[in-house]
Every structure is written in C-alpha cells, then in structure tokens.
C-alpha cells in the first residue's frame, strides 16, 4: 500500500520559535495532500488541504500565517508553525492522495509540544 | 449543520465476540463511508470504504455496511482479539478531498 512518512515524529521548542515539520509519500506521487490537527480524545480536525504547485486552501478558522503550507513537489508538503505558542501544542498529521485512490493515506503524525 | 458522529466514546467486550461500533450522519449524504483504525500516537490506517450504493463490503473479519436510509454505517468485528483494542474511527466523503471524521470509538478487547 501507499506509505506516508512525517519527520520528526515528536519536537519540543520554545514559545515563540517556529517549527518545521515535513510530509513525504514514499511511494506515490501525491497530487493532494491535507494537514490535521488532533487534540487528546478528539477527532482529526482538517487545517488545509493543499495541492502540488499551488496555494494551500485554509479551513475556516486556521491562521494561513501561523500555519505556513508548502507543497512544491509530488512527493513532499511542509507545515511550518510560526511564533509557536502553547495552545497550538498538539498532535499533527498529514495525509496524501492521488485521483488514483478512493482513501487518503496516513502518515504517523507528529507530536508538538511548546513550553 | 452537518455532522457525522460515533455514539459510542468507548466500547469494552470480551474476547471472541463481535464488536459492533456505530457512525451516524445527518443534513447531508456522502457517497462514501470510510472506516480507519488508529492506535495511540499513530496516525489513522485505513480500513474499509464503502460507497452509497454498497450495502455491505467484508474484509477478513471485519464488515462494514451502509444504510442510506438510516443515514447510518456499522462497523463490525466479528471473533475480536485484544489486538484488535484500538480507536476506530468513521469518516465520510463525497470525494477524496472532503473528508469529515467522527471522533472515535475506543474499543478494548479483554482477554
């Protein structure tokens, strides 16, 4: 099946430092790829979904500038947290796709957590 | 508003029997129900999907059904294995890019 990879898998930074977190699929060319944001005990909650070579598209409520989206080739998306601060510690998982595939693949998500 | 919810935050059962676990939807109608397994600090991994039109879909010992009229899907887990402990969760779409998930039942299989 198709396999998706995100690095790092935890990061712990000051408030007020932005954090970096990639998306890779490792076997398929991703033309769409979606950031989630997980709460303890919640539900996947979509930020953006972004397509490769152009802007991302922000859920209502999601900060474009807080939450920089980057897509630039077909097999890599980055999320970029800027000026984090401790409520945005959370869980952070992208997904990948292709028009190929009914379900959108997984990665193993990414553990933020700002003192 | 439309909503898609798992009644059941947590669901305990006894080895070797089915775990039946419940996703609901209303004010709208997706073409697909989709079902995912996830473990603590892991992302989701995909399960099953079934489309409006499917009434049933089975998958080793796992089946999913869809009942339009209902607006509901059931999640089954037939001769269940503390293995299988885990939150599932539902999640439906009308295409791969509008995707909305319930928050999870956690099931527990007790040996």
């Known amino acids: 099946g198709a396999v998706v990879s995100q690095h790092p898998s935890r990061v712990i930074c000051k408030s007020g430092t932005s954090v970096k977190i990639e998306c890779r699929s490792l076997d398929f060319q991703a033309t769409t790829m979606f950031w989630y944001r997980q709460f303890p005990k919640q539900s996947l909650m979509l930020m953006a979904t972004?397509?490769?070579?152009?802007?991302?598209?922000?859920e209502q409520g999601v900060e474009k500038d807080k939450f920089l989206i980057n897509h630039a080739s077909l097999t890599l998306s980055t999320l970029t947290v800027t000026s984090a601060h401790p409520e945005d510690s959370s869980f952070y998982i992208c997904s990948a796709t292709d028009y190929s595939y009914n379900e959108q693949f997984f990665g193993p998500g990414t553990r933020l957590t700002v003192l | 508003s439309q909503k898609i919810e798992q009644n059941s935050e947590a669901l305990n059962i006894q080895e070797g029997k089915t775990a039946t676990l419940t996703c609901n939807y209303t004010n709208y109608s997706p073409a697909y129900l989709q079902w995912y397994r996830q473990d603590p600090g892991r992302g989701p991994v995909f399960l099953l999907l079934i489309r409006e039109n499917e009434k049933e879909k089975r998958k080793e010992r796992l089946k999913v059904t869809f009942d339009t009229t209902l607006k509901q899907s059931l999640f089954h887990i037939t001769a269940s294995q503390p293995a299988d402990s885990a939150t599932y969760l539902c999640a439906s779409s009308y295409n791969n890019n509008d995707m909305r998930f319930g928050a999870g039942t956690r099931l527990t299989v007790k040996p």
């Open positions: 972004s397509n490769e070579g152009s802007k991302a598209t922000y």
